[in-house]
């Protein structure tokens, strides 16, 4: 199959949204933003074997390479609008095409957001780049920069499932519903983006979870300047999590563990009660796990008493005191 009959065949669709001009076929697609909207551009790369396991159902990987930009999306609190992906394929299945693209557009259609256009090569790996433009009414996205001491930090969702996820299917190890239910939540992440541009009335600052909960709660921080502490008895842990690992390795999870594609946000405590209605609204949990402090550190504290937390090695957490 040439280049040209997978594009037509796999992602050329005709499109009904009048936003396009110009759709995918010329050198470059043609939008009209909306008057008056500032336009928000992410963009996010999945390597195969790095990114996500080779054998992970292709409908998945199409599914989670739309997603996993829509969270960035989402920490902007912006609505997606139009999309391009660049594909580096290894191989010629059309198997595999015909799953992803299914997966694509899947997310593509959940979210509102048009393919108009893209790149196809062929390369040693299957790369996957997936860009995204959003819009905003100027001004309201929100940034990392925003937060400030005395406000608490929240977080949607139950972070540490997608990588527990992730670890079990990788050890051939998904047999039982809460496996599965953990695996689901690598496989097909569940971007807040309706969610999140309500919360832009509410939040000062927001980034979305890839890299691990206190790894990203520490960049929003640096970047606004500030310090925080995790409470770790308020981390929200899913019942399939707990189920699976245990509390300690649940906790742990949930603070280290990556991929998980929820928002964290910070907003000043008389927000709480608008914050509870909107969890309520979106039936997504949002927990208040921390507060942002002075200074230029990120601790964790359980039932009030200090613990270091470490990036890595074995055992994460050891009393403050000790270290
Ligand atoms: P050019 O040689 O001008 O860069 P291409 O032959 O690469 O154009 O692409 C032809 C058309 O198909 C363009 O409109 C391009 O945006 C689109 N396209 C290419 N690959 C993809 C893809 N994987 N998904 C969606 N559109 C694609
Ligand atoms: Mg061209």
Redesign the pocket.
Known sequence: MD??E??RR???RAGRDPSIVL???????IVRPDADRELVIVIDTMVEGVHYPAGLDPADIGYRAVAVNLSDIAAMAARPRWM????TLAGDDAGWLDGFSRGLFEAADEFSVA??????TRGDQTVITVQISGDVIPSQALRRSGAKPGEDIYVTGTPGDAAAGLALWESNNVRNENQRQLLRRFARPAPRVELARELAAHASAAIDVSDGLFADIEKLLVASGAGGVIELDNLPLSVPLVAVHGKEAATELALGGGDDYEIVFTAASVKAPAIAKLAKRFSVPISKIGTVTRGDALHCTRAGRELAYRHAGYRHFVEASDD
């Open positions: 280049e040209f997978l594009i796999y992602f050329a759709g995918i076929g010329d050198d470059g697609a391009t992906l660049a594909l393919l108009v256009g893209g790149d196809t």
